[in-house]
């Protein structure tokens, strides 16, 4: 049998041929092998059976032999060989089979000698072999075009407007529903109630297991979110007979679980790099076919697939409900989205779907009704996708084209503030509210919600005023993030919330005569589509843009350009109260950063001696003066360099150590142990080099340095330095506001795009891979965008 040399570099549309090729001539030699007992017209058809060559490429005495033996798969064989779906030729690849081969006796090859059993094993194994090889080529093959075609992304914003703005989101949608959930294992720990160990059912030990995992917990020591779990956890005891009857939570001891669980996570910590990658490819495996929906014929990335385990809510800030169950969501829950010819995915074995549906208009996959707060939850494409990524940027163009209006709308609603009709005093002062403090508009809340509040559901007790014209704000936002703050507003609006205040009274609300769907309504005569939320939007854009046009500077250095960048940010979270309580390990973190810089000052440190000591005269050099850095003690310095050491050591040993991990892989022997002491050595010296420096004041310098290039080193380092030090600053200034959530959620993000290619900034300083992804349609984005 003949093959190529390397199969992968076979072009695709000859593979193609050469299967084809391969099997007419298998099949023909078959059925004339059954018609036609002659030794000699088998011995020449088992010759062209063995041959995976095309026509082409044999012998002209080859050809002549197969000339008419191959006639009719020469037919078979056509010209539009190549125009055959790549599906159908992985079909008829993948799983080949071996097609008998008349072997004759009188046959010149080394068979003769062989039993005719045991030729034809040997003729089923080469065969075998063969077309695994073949069949692993075009999947390799078919595998790269996919990968290809996925990683292509859907370019929708080349597109038309006018295929974007119909109601109907997709004509073809394909998905595999949703992940759920791992059923529950007990894991069989007791815990006590009243001092003895108790025997609880699966489902009961679940649900105290949510707990137990807890109790060190904020949540856990939460006295509300105490009540709320017993409360729940007493039904689910109820439901099993066998389940002991408890009725006192503080007789109840979860700590033998709790130390259970600890076990566990240091159990999981230790497990090795390899047993951590297997268990990560077998959550890959299973979550393998839900990553992907086919929209229209293209490939799009599924975002929150999996549905959310059972579990205890926890909720922001002082939320009534913290504690409660959060119960197993089952197939008969969830209703699936799909396209009318899609395959319906398979439920959970012995469940259904509790619906199936077809709403084109509709950009969700799955949906449930979750039981805390009734809420419902969608399944929809990633942040990625090209749905998301237009809804993205219809925000962002809605906030824009506000700019065309807001003028307008600004002249209206401040003429309005000392309008007749209260109702509509009222909407003028919300409005001004929302538009110089970008405040929420916010929605009435019931008593089984957290107590957060916006603009129009401000209450008399939210709001405090002091003469002249001073309005103190305090009270809990989105997420029961406090908001506290004292502004100064026009006369009229301070005099409008005192009469507003004064005839509704303590405990109610202040705009009593006004809704946010009144407001949205009235915004909405201005403009198609124009929200309370869009000018949150219009008015983060438009400070942003502000800020950096006033803070950078074409000079600046790239460090000191991403400084106004997030100076610039923080303006807006300051705006939209995205704050942050000072993180725990803000300390540590700026610690740690002044470490890195004094690292860098004892290098440059140690460059100017070296300098002095090629050339004495530059001591006088201010670049070069001698004088003591006043964080660099020698206590600091004899630590650094121990720490230095350490750090070597432990470099080159993990090195060693990966390389044998390799290299066993690979099932070469391991590098000897005296390689790895012979690396160690250079550090034993380096370490002797170091203590011979303490006590003489010398530092060795190698023989290719000069004072030129020891001084462009200083000027490296001093950059480091500077830019390290910008860093610290950053990170100082930042501690208490959230840049995240403006970036993401509020600032177009063609405005950084354009500020990173007028000011030659990288955009991954400014934007993580994942919201490149995200915006990927404001990247491509014109330098001229305004």
């Given at each position: 049998m003949?093959?190529?040399?390397?199969?992968?570099?076979?072009?695709?549309s000859?593979?193609?041929?050469?299967?084809k090729?391969?099997?007419?001539n298998?099949?023909?030699?078959?059925?004339?092998?059954?018609?036609?007992?002659?030794?000699a017209?088998?011995r020449?058809k088992?010759?062209?059976?063995d041959?995976?060559?095309?026509d082409?490429?044999?012998?002209?005495a080859?050809r002549?032999s197969?000339?008419?033996?191959?006639?009719?798969?020469?037919?078979?064989?056509?010209?539009?060989?190549?125009?055959?779906p790549?599906?159908?030729?992985?079909?008829?690849?993948?799983k080949?089979?071996?097609?008998?081969?008349i072997?004759?006796?009188?046959?010149?090859?080394?068979d003769?000698?062989?039993?005719?059993?045991?030729?034809?094993k040997?003729?089923k194994?080469?065969a075998?072999?063969?077309?695994?090889?073949?069949?692993?080529v075009?999947?390799?093959?078919?595998?790269?075009?996919k990968?290809?075609?996925?990683?292509?992304?859907?370019?929708?914003?080349?597109?038309?407007?006018?295929?974007?703005?119909?109601d109907?989101?997709?004509?073809?949608?394909?998905?595999?529903?949703?992940?759920?959930?791992p059923?529950?294992?007990?894991?069989?720990?007791?815990?006590?109630?009243?001092?003895?160990?108790?025997?609880?059912?699966?489902e009961?030990?679940?649900?105290?297991?949510?707990?137990?995992a807890?109790?060190?917990?904020?949540?856990?020591?939460?006295p509300?979110?105490?009540?709320?779990?017993f409360?729940?956890?007493?039904?689910?005891?109820?439901k099993?007979?066998?389940?002991?009857?408890?009725?006192s939570?503080?007789?109840?001891d979860?700590?033998?679980?709790y130390?259970?669980?600890e076990?566990?996570?240091?159990?999981?910590?230790q497990?090795t790099?390899?047993?951590k990658?297997t268990?990560?490819?077998?959550?890959a495996?299973?979550?393998?076919?839900?990553?992907y929906?086919?929209?229209?014929?293209?490939?799009?990335?599924?975002?929150?697939?999996?549905?959310e385990?059972?579990?205890?809510?926890?909720?922001?800030?002082?939320?009534?409900?913290?504690?409660?169950?959060?119960?197993?969501v089952?197939p008969?829950?969830v209703?699936?989205?799909l396209?009318?010819?899609?395959p319906?995915?398979?439920?959970?074995?012995?469940?259904?779907?509790?619906?199936?549906?077809h709403?084109?208009?509709?950009?969700?996959?799955?949906?449930?009704?979750?039981?805390?707060?009734?809420?419902?939850?969608?399944?929809?494409?990633?942040?990625?996708?090209?749905?998301?990524?237009?809804?993205d940027?219809?925000?962002?163009e809605?906030?824009?084209?506000?700019?065309?209006?807001?003028?307008?709308?600004?002249?209206?609603?401040?003429?309005?503030?000392?309008d007749k009709?209260?109702?509509?005093?009222?909407?003028a002062?919300?409005?001004?509210?929302?538009?110089?403090?970008?405040?929420?508009?916010?929605?009435?809340?019931?008593?089984d919600?957290?107590?957060?509040?916006?603009?129009c559901?401000?209450?008399?007790?939210?709001?405090?005023?002091?003469p002249p014209?001073?309005?103190v704000?305090?009270f809990?936002?989105?997420?029961?993030?406090r908001?506290?703050?004292s502004?100064?507003?026009?006369?009229?609006?301070?005099?409008?919330?005192k009469?507003?205040?004064?005839?509704?009274?303590?405990?109610?609300?202040?705009f009593?005569?006004?809704?946010?769907?009144?407001?949205?309504?009235?915004?909405?005569?201005y403009?198609?589509?124009?929200?309370?939320k869009?000018?949150?939007?219009?008015?983060?854009?438009?400070?942003?843009?502000?800020?950096?046009n006033?803070?950078?500077?074409?000079e600046?250095?790239?460090?000191?350009k991403?400084?106004?960048?997030?100076?610039?940010?923080?303006?807006?979270?300051?705006l939209?109260?995205?704050?942050?309580?000072?993180s725990?390990?803000?300390?540590?973190?700026?610690?740690?950063?002044?470490?890195?810089?004094?690292?860098?000052?004892?290098?440059?440190?140690?460059?100017?001696?070296?300098?002095?000591?090629?050339?004495?005269?530059?001591?006088?050099?201010?670049l070069?003066?001698?004088?003591?850095?006043?964080?660099?003690?020698d206590?600091?310095?004899?630590?650094h360099?121990k720490?230095?050491?350490?750090?070597?050591?432990?470099?080159?040993t993990?090195?060693?150590?990966?390389?044998?991990?390799?290299?066993?892989?690979?099932?070469?022997?391991?590098?000897?142990?005296?390689?790895?002491?012979?690396?160690?050595?250079?550090?034993?010296d380096?370490?002797?080099?170091?203590?011979?420096e303490?006590?003489?004041?010398?530092?060795?310098?190698?023989a290719?340095a000069?004072?030129?290039?020891l001084?462009a080193?200083?000027?490296?380092l001093?950059?480091?330095?500077?830019?390290?030090?910008t860093?610290?600053?950053d990170?100082?200034?930042?501690?208490?506001?959230?840049l995240?959530?403006?970036?993401l959620?509020?600032?177009?993000?063609?405005i950084?795009?354009v500020?990173?290619k007028?000011?030659?900034?990288?955009?991954?300083?400014?934007?993580?891979?994942?919201?490149?992804?995200?915006?990927?349609?404001a990247?491509?984005?014109?330098?001229?965008?305004?």
């Amino acid at each position: 049998m003949s093959s190529s040399s390397s199969e992968d570099d076979i072009p695709l549309s000859k593979k193609r041929r050469q299967d084809k090729f391969a099997e007419s001539n298998a099949s023909m030699s078959g059925r004339s092998a059954e018609r036609t007992p002659d030794p000699a017209m088998a011995r020449t058809k088992s010759v062209i059976n063995d041959d995976d060559s095309s026509d082409e490429e044999m012998p002209l005495a080859k050809r002549a032999s197969s000339k008419t033996n191959g006639k009719a798969m020469k037919r078979e064989a056509s010209s539009d060989e190549d125009n055959v779906p790549l599906s159908k030729i992985v079909k008829t690849t993948k799983k080949p089979t071996p097609k008998k081969r008349i072997v004759n006796k009188e046959d010149s090859s080394s068979d003769d000698e062989k039993p005719l059993a045991k030729v034809k094993k040997d003729i089923k194994k080469v065969a075998k072999v063969k077309a695994e090889e073949e069949s692993k080529v075009v999947r390799k093959q078919t595998k790269k075009v996919k990968d290809e075609e996925a990683e292509a992304q859907f370019k929708w914003w080349e597109k038309s407007n006018e295929e974007e703005d119909g109601d109907v989101k997709w004509n073809e949608l394909e998905h595999n529903g949703v992940l759920f959930p791992p059923a529950y294992v007990p894991h069989g720990v007791k815990m006590k109630y009243d001092g003895k160990p108790i025997s609880l059912s699966p489902e009961a030990e679940e649900v105290a297991s949510f707990f137990a995992a807890l109790i060190e917990t904020d949540h856990g020591k939460n006295p509300v979110f105490q009540k709320n779990f017993f409360s729940d956890w007493q039904e689910i005891l109820k439901k099993d007979s066998s389940n002991p009857n408890i009725t006192s939570f503080e007789k109840c001891d979860f700590r033998p679980m709790y130390e259970h669980f600890e076990v566990e996570k240091e159990r999981k910590k230790q497990l090795t790099k390899a047993e951590k990658q297997t268990i990560k490819e077998e959550k890959a495996k299973v979550e393998e076919p839900y990553l992907y929906a086919i929209v229209d014929g293209r490939k799009e990335k599924v975002g929150n697939f999996r549905i959310e385990p059972p579990g205890l809510f926890r909720g922001r800030g002082d939320h009534p409900k913290t504690g409660r169950l959060k119960k197993r969501v089952m197939p008969e829950q969830v209703t699936l989205n799909l396209g009318e010819n899609a395959p319906i995915p398979k439920p959970l074995d012995g469940h259904k779907w509790g619906g199936v549906v077809h709403i084109h208009e509709a950009t969700w996959l799955a949906s449930w009704k979750e039981n805390i707060n009734g809420s419902i939850k969608y399944v929809f494409l990633a942040a990625t996708s090209s749905w998301k990524g237009q809804s993205d940027m219809q925000k962002f163009e809605k906030a824009r084209d506000l700019k065309k209006h807001v003028n307008r709308i600004r002249r209206d609603y401040r003429q309005q503030l000392n309008d007749k009709l209260m109702e509509t005093r009222q909407r003028a002062t919300a409005m001004y509210l929302i538009d110089v403090l970008a405040l929420r508009a916010g929605n009435e809340k019931g008593d089984d919600e957290a107590d957060t509040v916006g603009c129009c559901s401000l209450r008399y007790e939210h709001v405090t005023l002091e003469p002249p014209n001073i309005l103190v704000f305090d009270f809990l936002g989105k997420d029961s993030i406090r908001y506290h703050n004292s502004v100064p507003v026009d006369a009229q609006v301070f005099k409008n919330i005192k009469i507003f205040k004064k005839q509704v009274g303590p405990d109610n609300m202040i705009f009593d005569r006004l809704t946010t769907m009144s407001l949205n309504k009235h915004l909405g005569s201005y403009m198609k589509g124009l929200t309370a939320k869009v000018f949150r939007t219009y008015n983060a854009s438009h400070t942003f843009q502000e800020q950096l046009n006033k803070l950078t500077r074409e000079e600046d250095s790239i460090p000191d350009k991403l400084l106004s960048y997030n100076r610039a940010n923080r303006e807006v979270a300051i705006l939209c109260n995205h704050q942050r309580s000072v993180s725990k390990n803000h300390g540590q973190m700026i610690a740690k950063i002044q470490d890195k810089i004094r690292a860098l000052k004892y290098q440059r440190k140690r460059l100017r001696k070296q300098i002095v000591q090629l050339d004495p005269k530059m001591k006088k050099s201010k670049l070069t003066e001698m004088e003591e850095e006043s964080d660099l003690e020698d206590e600091w310095i004899a630590e650094h360099q121990k720490d230095l050491l350490v750090k070597e050591r432990e470099k080159i040993t993990t090195r060693f150590e990966k390389n044998n991990e390799k290299l066993a892989s690979e099932g070469k022997p391991p590098q000897p142990k005296e390689e790895l002491k012979e690396k160690l050595k250079a550090v034993d010296d380096w370490e002797k080099e170091l203590q011979k420096e303490k006590k003489t004041g010398k530092i060795e310098v190698k023989a290719s340095a000069t004072v030129e290039k020891l001084l462009a080193q200083i000027t490296k380092l001093d950059e480091r330095i500077k830019a390290t030090k910008t860093q610290a600053l950053d990170k100082e200034e930042g501690k208490e506001t959230a840049l995240g959530t403006s970036k993401l959620n509020y600032i177009d993000p063609r405005i950084s795009a354009v500020w990173c290619k007028k000011y030659n900034v990288p955009v991954e300083k400014v934007f993580s891979k994942t919201l490149r992804d995200k915006f990927q349609w404001a990247m491509e984005i014109d330098a001229d965008w305004r």
